[in-house]
Nanobody, 120 residues
Framework: QVQLVESGGGLVQSGGSLRLSCAASGSIFSIKDMGWYRQAPGKQRELVATVSSGGSTNYADSVKGRFTISRDNAKNTVMVYLQMNSLKPEDTAVYYC????????????WGQGTQVTVSS
């Protein structure tokens, strides 16, 4: 089992910044590539950024150049961060993290997420 705890969200004005944190614990040996996802009201969850176990990153076009994903592999916890700059109202969503393969499994558990609200 993997436990996921997201934090760092909040209310920010358009153009502002936030840094999200994700702590993954438990069966971390099974964690490979990690991703940050977001789900806006009435929309499906979408993948916005990924970081491989080796540190390679990829971003959705909508956040490229504004968001930066990083990770820190400790002994018992994998920390994944999302630095979000130049925030826009359309970035408003609940943000989640997960292993990107694990996330494809129907019914897999997710963390509680962290709410990001960007006001115009």
């Amino acid at each position: 089992q993997v436990q996921l705890v997201e934090s760092g969200g909040g209310l920010v004005q358009s153009g502002g910044s936030l840094r999200l944190s994700c702590a993954a614990s438990g069966s971390i040996f099974s964690i490979k590539d990690m991703g940050w996802y977001r789900q806006a009201p009435g929309k499906q969850r979408e993948l916005v950024a990924t970081v491989s176990s080796g540190g390679s990153t990829n971003y959705a076009d909508s956040v490229k150049g504004r968001f930066t994903i990083s990770r820190d592999n400790a002994k018992n916890t994998v920390m994944v961060y999302l630095q979000m700059n130049s925030l826009k109202p359309e970035d408003t969503a609940v943000y989640y993290c997960n292993d990107i393969v694990r996330a494809l499994i129907r019914g897999v558990s997710w963390g509680q997420g962290t709410q990001v609200t960007v006001s115009s």
